[in-house]
């Protein structure tokens, strides 16, 4: 369902621990870390999920001499941040009394009236400062924490989760968001305009004119629809500091508030890798998606086979999503851009669509019937029954027992049946699996004071079941060879 993820940034002058910092909280070493001050030339994002809550972490390039221009620029970053967050941390290096640069980093964010922590950080090294100390920069929520020791951290979490709401979905069925997403200059503020009926959004030749999300209201067939254009995104290595890097956050944070994304490719330039990881960061948030060619008025020496001969190659490189449409369009001739809202209301119909239970776990009988799974010795998996616990997107929970040992290539048989049987052209479908020995056994373990099942014991099993899958495979293909050769 969509939503609109709180957005929390940490800023500070360099080499303070901002990135080590981020690591910690997003549970993973996305930003560079090194001893050099101003490691992190630009800023890093993550999600950040604990308990009901989720958010954008937003990990900001540090502070040095204004008189740099480059580092001007990296000042503009933290004045973005400050208003693009819904809360700013501030980081200092306990190590270090608050210098004048500490001050001014502490007097940017409270003037942007966004709720401000500060993070006393490094506090485990020897010759670590009071709080104090540090209280003079003005702000009142003092945490003092070890990116290092993982110090703190919860705390901060914790004390973030109080001040943003809850990941809340929107009611499914009021309002369908649809965002357009793409690389800048594809033709997306065309496109809006085309869709919006009026000159709402500057459009201009030079790449990146949309800074900010446009978006407009309208009525398509008695149902409310909202667009929202979105900056494009860059390759990271040609993103410029600043403002740019801002776009990229609204870019992600307009798929998260998105029912379905239009995302759009210019005719002369397909099928790069950004538009697959855009495509990607589409699925993985349970977003509708539908592929548009832009532009297709441009496109010389074209005929009536010329898209039947680029279709192929575009469901080749999109293969990861083959269950979303491609449609061809022209902002300038208005070639099937009423089509893609009927495309947009079919696919929001599947998206929020229930089936019967009875109506699934026949289809998973006949499934598991067909193709049984393979398991690992005298082990196999048993897939007793399946519910539809959510819509918008889809979202299957199936039970069973020894559910550990499936492959990935049978769930995506699975997937693929549910796809054929229910229709959901245009839109992820989600798959949850409840191995109900397992979930008992972690029952009396927790009853006994003792720790659950072991992930990593887990996720060695599922190894162990994918190399025999593996072994398996090559075994019939050896006797596959065999056979034709002795035919």
Sequence with gaps: MA?????V???GQANVGKSSLFNRFVRSRQAIVAKEAGTTRDNVLGKVTHNDHTFWLVDTAGLKDAADDFEASIQEQITEAAEAADVIMVVVDGTQYASDQDKFVAKKALRSKKPVLLLINKVDLSGSLPSDEFKRLGIKE??????EHNIGIEAAIQTITELIPPAQDEPAGDVIRISLIGRPNVGKSNLFNTLAGKQQAIVANIAGTTRDVNRIAIKYKNVNIEILDTAGMRKPGKQEVGIEKFSV???LQAIEESDICFLLMEANELNTALDQRLAGIIDEAGKGLVIVVSKWDIVEDKDEFTRDA???KIAHTFEFVPW???IFTSSVTGQNVTKLFDLALE?????LTEHKTRQMNDLLQTIVQKHPPAGLKNTHPRLRYVVQTDTSPPWFVIHGSNLKFIHWSYKRYIERNFREAFDYVGTPIKFSFVDEKQVKDNKARIAEGKEPINKAKAKNEEAKVNLAARQEAGREAKKEARKNLSE
């Design 3 to 7: 939503s609109k993820l709180p957005t």
């Design 9 to 11: 940034a940490i800023i």
């Design 142 to 147: 003092i945490i003092r924490t070890s990116a």
């Design 249 to 251: 956050l609204r870019t």
């Design 310 to 312: 680029i279709a192929p």
């Design 324 to 326: 979303a449409p491609l």
């Design 347 to 351: 696919i929001d119909e599947r998206r």
